[in-house]
């Protein structure tokens, strides 16, 4: 395998930007055949069959559907961690283009086929050109999506860190919105911790005239509804940051029956632990409050979700300044806002120092925002985010 027309020096945007076309195959390829959460076979099966041609020692099952590719350059003892996610979503694709996915009720409509096909275009540069001493470790994950249990924890636990020691380990995200090809970034906490609660009102159905001969579920979870809003504004300092989104209530079928039961899903966001604590306390407390209120009872099903993301911060310094070197310093944000959004790359994060990185997919206007049914990747990151993680490796394994 040769590179050609390589510029002197470190990895350039211009070294890959002629693998352009290729790139966006495979992208295209993975986005027509999407895989949920730790069912990404064929997905797999199409990154180790590519990263064993170019020479890579590939560790499959690794937190299930995960995989690990290393390669080893030179005597040096610096040890580089490069992850990817790989699992789509299950979302009905609405974009009507020729590549759309195949698979009804399932797409990648949040980027990860762009993040898989960026570091296999890294994976095949770095091992056509070793411009680098040392070992590169790239992490292949399923079921970042999950919200609990998810492909990063699974992994870790698997011996991730053990098995395959990094000193420093990096993920990257697309970003709509963002102009594309622009680095957002940030030290320190980055995006919230995510937790989920489901909740069951159970109270006694009856005849929709006869009301008094029943307890109206609904009503009350239209009551607690409306109480959780009150959550953040009356029980968190102003000066953090929290959301409660109430994302399902169903309950009935027909217009002329009180139904036995309700149901009530919410996101809980947040940023420290005594926030977090202090949002799992009220609404827990308010919910049963609430409920008895209307003399129906709650369940309560608290499922604590992905952690904070904390970057390090020499990590977000060296993905700030090579970031500069591929785009200039006004393409790059190195102290960007905190995001309320969750990523299970927290996990890693707390087993290994290393920085999540946000890169701008361009305009989201128009359904093209993430977890939307007309999102799609932007193939014009491909060769940049291949750029960056080669000139990533190049420098921290230097």
């Known amino acids: 395998m040769t590179i050609t027309n390589l510029l002197p020096g470190p990895t350039r945007i211009d070294d890959l930007a002629p693998q352009h076309d290729e790139l966006a195959g495979w992208r295209r390829h993975i986005h027509q055949h999407p895989e949920l959460a730790f069912a990404e076979h064929r997905t ?52 009507g283009l020729p590549y759309a996915s195949s698979v009804p009720g399932c797409m990648h409509a949040c980027g990860h086929d762009g993040h898989t096909a960026m ?3 890294a994976a095949r540069h770095l091992a056509a050109t070793r411009r680098f001493n040392g070992t590169l470790n790239l992490v292949f994950q399923p079921a970042e999506e999950r919200g609990f249990d998810s492909g990063a924890k699974a992994m870790v636990a698997d011996g991730l860190f053990t098995r395959f020691p990094c000193d420093m380990v ?68 102003p000066n953090e940051s929290a959301v409660v989104t109430v994302g399902r209530l169903r309950s009935g079928d027909a217009l ?14 947040s940023f420290s632990p005594a926030v977090r604590a202090l949002l799992k306390e009220r609404i827990t407390a308010l919910v049963h409050a609430t409920a008895e209120g209307y003399g129906a009872k709650a369940e309560i099903r608290y499922v604590e979700g992905y952690p904070v993301l904390e970057n390090d911060a020499a990590a977000v310094a060296l993905a700030g300044e090579v970031a500069t070197e591929l785009v200039g310093s006004e393409q790059v944000e190195r102290d960007f806002t905190r995001m309320m959004g969750s990523e299970d790359f927290a996990y890693m994060l707390q087993a290994c120092p290393g920085a999540l990185v946000r890169i701008g997919n361009g305009p989201s206007e128009g359904g093209r925002g993430l977890h939307n049914p007309r999102y799609d990747f932007n193939d014009g990151n491909l060769p940049v985010g291949a750029a960056f993680w080669s000139r990533l490796a190049e420098r921290f394994l230097a």
Do not use: C
């Open 170 to 237: 990096f993920a990257m995200h697309n970003h709509p919105g963002a102009p594309q090809g622009h680095f957002l970034m940030r030290p320190g906490a980055f995006l919230a911790a995510g937790d989920r609660v489901f909740i069951t009102i159970t109270g006694v159905g009856g005849h929709a005239a006869r009301p008094h001969l029943a307890v109206d579920p609904l009503v009350a979870a239209a009551a607690t509804v409306m109480a959780l809003q009150t959550v953040v504004s009356r029980n968190v300092d």
């Open 256 to 269: 002329n029956v009180i139904p036995g039961e309700a149901e009530i899903g919410v996101s809980v966001r």
């Open 119 to 121: 570091l296999l275009g």
């Open 44 to 95: 797999a099966d199409f990154v180790a069959g590519k990263l064993q041609q170019w020479g890579y020692e590939v560790t499959r099952g690794i937190g299930q559907t995960g995989l690990v590719a290393q390669l080893r350059v030179g005597s040096g003892s610096k040890r580089l961690g490069l992850r990817a996610d790989m699992d789509a979503l299950p979302i009905q694709e609405e974009t």
